[in-house]
Nanobody, 121 residues
Framework: QVHVAESGGGLVQPGGSLRLSCAAS????????MVWYRQPPGKQRELVAS???????NYADSVRGRFTISRDNAKKTVTLEMNSLKAADTAVYCC???????????????WGQGTQVTVSS
């Protein structure tokens, strides 16, 4: 059994910063990649940033230069540092982990429940 959980959302003023964390636990041999998605109100889910097991990163154009994704392979965690936040960043942020489980030995995608980020004055 694998569990993925996010933390760190909340309300922040425009121009402010927030840090989101995601931790995976359970029957895990490897995770590749770990990805942050978001779903703004009334819109479809979109990829925010991803990071591979060797540290290669990818960002949506809308967040590049403002957000930074990082991971700790030993702790099975991924962090999203969000700076210069805008109202357009308001969304539910979800973590996705593509996991190789120990038993059975298969790759499968797991999602967290999501955490709300609201950018407003």
């Amino acid at each position: 059994q694998v569990h993925v959980a996010e933390s760190g959302g909340g309300l922040v003023q425009p121009g402010g910063s927030l840090r989101l964390s995601c931790a995976a636990s359970g029957n895990i041999l490897a995770i590749n990649p770990m990805v942050w998605y978001r779903q703004p109100p009334g819109k479809q889910r979109e990829l925010v940033a991803s990071i591979s097991s060797d540290g290669a990163t990818n960002y949506a154009d809308s967040v590049r230069g403002r957000f930074t994704i990082s991971r700790d392979n030993a702790k099975k965690t991924v962090t999203l540092e969000m700076n210069s936040l805008k109202a357009a960043d308001t969304a539910v942020y979800c973590c996705n982990a593509n996991v190789l489980t120990e038993a059975p030995r298969i790759w499968r995608s797991y999602w967290g429940q999501g955490t709300q980020v609201t950018v407003s004055s």
